[in-house]
C-alpha cells in the first residue's frame, strides 16, 4: 500500500465516479470488480513511493489475499485503501458507493498506514532497531486499528509482501527500516496467526535486503547440491507414498520447501554448519485423520532410524497460534548397516495443512456474518473466531515486548475490543503520542511536555481550532497554542468538564496548583519573619541560622509553617532576647527567718551549705517555703504544702528548718521552674493555642508531656516563672483556651 506522499492524481468528481459506478455495473457484479472500476481512475498513473505503480500494487495485493483464503469484500479493499486519499470525504463517499462496512475498513487501514509512515520518518537514527522497546512502541501503534477490523491485519501483511516482492524483482532498494520492520514486526506477526505462506516468503525478502551477502551465500550452498539432493529426496518421497498406500493409507506426500531465513537462524541459534541443518532436506505427509498421522509416524520410525531428541508432537502440544502437526527427524538405512543424511519429516491432517498455509484467514469471514451469520459461519461462530485471533495478536505483542500478561480473554457474549483504551495522535512534527481513549488536547500537551500542558491555551487538531475538551480520534494531528507562560486553569480538574481524560495530565495539573498554594505560604510566612526582624533589629542575621536553632532544616521549612500559622512568631522573639544572665553564686538565696528556733541558722553561701529547690513542689516566690536537711545534698526547700514535707517531717521532724526567700533574690529577675497541668478536649493545634499563651506572657517552656486517651488530652508544662502569683493569672488565661477544662499548678 501506499508507503508516503507521492504526487496524487487529478481528482475526478466524486458524484460522477459513483454514478458511473452505478450506471455501467450492475448489482449483480461483485464487489470486487466494482472496487477497481470506483480506484482505477484515481490511482492507475500514480505511483508509490517504492516506485511501483499503485493500481499493479492493489491488483497484486488483491490476488495475494485470494491465494490465502481472504473474502471477496477484503480484496475489494485493497483498492479502496488507495482511493481514500483522493476523496475529500472518503467514509461518506465510499459508503455511498459500497456500504458502510468497506468505508470504515478502508479508512482505518489508511490511517494506520500514515501513522506507521510517519512514526518510521520520525524515528531517531540513534534508536537501536533492535530495541525491543522500539518494536514494541511500532507494534502497538499497528494494534490501534486491529481492535475495531481484524481485516486490516491481512491487508497490511499482504500490502508489505507485495512491497517486498516488487523491490525485489525490480532490484529496487529497500530502507533498512522498512525491512527490519517487515522482519520483526510482519513476520512475526504472520507466523502468530498461522499465515504460513506468508511468514516464510516476507522473512526471506526481509533477510535478503538486510544480509544480501549471507542471503547469497546460503542460496548458493544450497544450489550447488540441489540436482543430488532433490534426486534423493525425490527418490525418498515416492517410496514413502507407494509404502503409505500399500498400508492402505491415503497419503499425499511433498517435498517441503527451503527457506533461507529459517535456515540462518538455525545455523545461528544451535551454531550448526549449513550440512547439519535437517531443513535442507524435508519432506511433508498429509493423511485423511488424526489417528492416520500417528500410524505414519509409527511406520516412519519403523522403517527409518529415528533421532530421539528430535522429535515434536504438536498435535497434542499445539502451538500457541494454533499449528498442528508432528515432527520428527529421521535418517533412511542404507545398505551395508550404512545410514543416510538426516531429513526432517512433517506429518499432519489436511485440516492442520490449510491451517498452516492459511492461518486465521478463514476467520475474517466474521465481519461479513452480522448477527444472522454469513458464508457458513455463524455469528456465535464469528465472536469465538475473533476471540481467537485477539488471543493471537496479544500473544505476538508479549512475544516482541516480553511483557508478562493473563492468557486468556472473556469468553463471554459482550463484544471484545483490543486495546480499546488507548488511542495515538501525531504531533506536527509526526511524533506519535500514545493517550487514553477519550483524551483532550489537554491531555495530548501534558503528554508532549509538562510545561506545555501548564501553558495550553488552545488546540488545532487536523488543522482545525477545536475546544480543548474535545476527544481525540486515532491518527489525528494535535497542535497546540500555548501562552509564553503561566498555569493551567482549575477548570481542567473538574471532572465534569471532561478537559482531563489521563490520571497522569491531571496528577501534574494538580500538583503545579500545590506548588503554587506553597509558594504562596512560604512567602507569606518570610514576610512576618522579615517583618518581625526588622522590629528587634535584627535584620542583619542570617535566616538559615535562625531556622537552624529554631530546629527546622531550612528557611523555607520555617517559613511554610509560619505562614500557615503552625507556629508562633514568639517563640523567634524568644530566641532573639536571650534571658538576664544568672546571679553570682555567692549571692544568698535564704537566710535565716526571725525568732527561729534550735536548729541553727540557714543562709545560702555561708558554712558552705547548700540549697536546692525540690522537684516533687517546685517551690517559687511568694510561696510559704520550709527547709528540710538531706544527707549529702545540703538543704531541700519544699512549699510549706507539699505532701513529701509531710511525711518527711513525720519522720524526721528535727531535720526540718524554717527558711525564707532572701532580698537578694526578689531584687533580681531570677526565674524558677514550675509544673503546670493541663486538661482539655483534644483537638487538632491544641498544644500550639496553649503554647502561645505562655509566649505572649514571657514565660519560657522549657519542658511539655502530653498524653491523650479517647478524645482528653493531659498536658505538664514546664515553665520558668519569677513569681508565683503571675503564674495564677496566666493559668486563668489558659483556662479560656478553646477545648480547655482546667488548668493548675502541680
Known sequence: MRQGGAPLATPVPVNDLIAASERTLADQVHALARAR??????????????????????DAVAEILRAVGGSEAMQAASYLVHACVHLNRPREVIAKAFGENFATLAVETTQLMRVQRLSRGARSSAHLVDDPAVQTETVRKMLLAFSRDLRVVMLRLASRLQTLRWCAASRTPVSEQLARESLQVFAPLANRLGIWQIKWEMEDLAFRFLEPATYKQVARLLDEKRTEREAGIEQLRSTLQQELQAQGIAATVQGRPKHIYSIVKKMRGKSLSFEQVFDVRALRVIVPTVADCY?????????FQPLPDEFDD???????????????????????????????????????????????????????????????????????????????????????????????????????????????????????????AGATPVDFAYAVHTSLGHRCRGARVDGAMVPLNTALQNGQTVEILAAKEGGPSRDWLNAELGYLVSPRARAKARAWFNAAALHATVTRGREMVEKLLQREGKTALRLDDIASQLGFKSADALFEVVGKDEYSLRNIELLLRPAAPASPPDEPLLKKARGAHKGGVLVVGVDSLMTQLAKCCRPAPPDAIVGFVTRGKGVSIHRADCSNLREMAARNAERVIQVEWGRARQETSAVYPVDVAVEAADRQGLLRDISDVFAKERMNVIGVQTQSVKGTAWMTFTVEVSDAARLARVLGVVAEVPGVRSARRR
Open 37 to 58: 472500476a470506483f480506484a482505477e481512475p484515481l490511482i492507475a498513473g500514480e505511483t508509490l513511493d517504492s516506485g511501483e505503480n499503485t493500481l499493479a500494487h492493489a
Open 295 to 303: 500410524a505414519v509416524l509409527g511406520w516412519v520410525h519403523e522403517k
Open 314 to 436: 504438536y498435535i497434542a502440544r499445539p502451538k500457541g497460534n494454533g499449528y498442528q502437526s508432528l515432527h520428527t527427524v529421521v535418517r533412511p538405512r542404507l545398505d551395508a548397516g550404512r545410514l543416510g543424511q538426516p531429513i526432517e519429516i512433517q506429518i499432519r491432517t489436511q485440516a492442520m495443512h490449510d491451517h498452516a498455509e492459511h492461518g486465521v484467514a478463514a476467520h475474517w469471514a466474521y465481519k461479513e456474518a452480522g448477527a444472522k451469520g454469513y458464508a457458513g459461519v455463524s455469528a456465535s461462530g464469528a465472536y469465538d473466531a475473533k476471540i481467537a485471533v485477539l488471543r493471537q495478536l496479544l500473544a505476538w505483542e508479549r512475544d516482541l515486548s516480553g511483557e508478562v500478561r493473563p492468557a486468556g480473554l472473556p469468553a463471554n457474549g459482550h463484544q471484545v475490543d483490543l486495546l480499546s483504551d488507548r488511542i495515538y495522535v501525531l504531533t506536527p512534527e509526526a511524533a506519535v503520542v500514545e493517550l487514553p
